[in-house]
């Protein structure tokens, strides 16, 4: 029973953020792959799906390729994933395209053994023990993980509040401030709180800022 547990504990665990990507070697629709030589310079949105030729998945497939243009102005490469052979993924690929016309142009991952499923958190036995959740981690230049979300497999995910996530951590990190609850592109930010008097002071002489208290105050970048 304990190894048991044990088992299970270590099938459970998942990077953190602020951790960096675990590192692995992959077969791909788009070739083999070493992620840390994976997207040089770039950010990565790395999500896994339960499995091919589902109704769900190929929604939210379809919905990353579409917006594939979107991810790319944001400098970011998407990374798909799932249990299933390369020769599903290939005829899941193939029959989206020629249904739909929608084409998976990015690589997707064949984690038959389950390693990269288990390495990063995405296998969850008590949702299921062969399919992944819909996992999504986003990735920043220097392999460094930034933000994680999880989504059990009947509920898809959104990609609206993705790509608005990715944009909100690439300005807190180009402008060195915080972001509101719904922040989108071209709202006000969050400048930090005083940590000193004269600090204090300055803040409330800055007519620049919209100060809804000493602590809370917004600016427009």
């Not at 190929?58 to 991810?71: I, L």
């Amino acid at each position: 029973m304990e190894n048991s547990y044990v088992e299970k504990e270590k099938v459970n665990q998942m990077p953190r953020i602020g951790d960096f990507a675990p590192d692995f070697e992959a077969v791909t629709t788009k070739g083999k792959i070493k992620f840390s030589e994976f997207a040089k310079d770039k950010w990565t949105v790395m999500f896994s799906h339960p499995a091919d030729f589902t109704p769900v998945c190929t929604t939210e497939m379809s919905g990353f390729a579409q917006r594939k243009p979107e991810f790319e102005a944001l400098n970011t490469e998407l990374l798909g994933l799932s249990i299933d052979s390369i020769h599903a993924h290939l005829g899941w690929v193939h029959s989206v395209r020629e249904n739909t016309g929608v084409y998976f142009d990015f690589p997707i991952i064949a984690d038959l053994d389950m390693k990269v499923s288990k390495l990063y958190g995405m296998l969850q036995p008590n949702e299921s023990e062969t399919a992944a959740v819909r996992a999504v981690f986003f990735i920043d230049p220097s392999k460094k993980i930034r933000l994680v979300m999880y989504y059990p497999l009947n509920v898809g995910r959104n990609m609206d509040e993705i790509l608005r996530a990715l944009e909100a951590l690439q300005t807190s990190d180009e402008h060195k401030v915080a972001m509101p609850l719904d922040w989108k592109k071209g709202d006000k930010v969050i400048v930090g709180a005083p940590k000193t008097l004269d600090e204090l002071n300055a803040r409330l002489a800055d007519d620049s800022l919209e100060k809804v208290d000493w602590y809370l105050a917004k600016k427009t970048i």
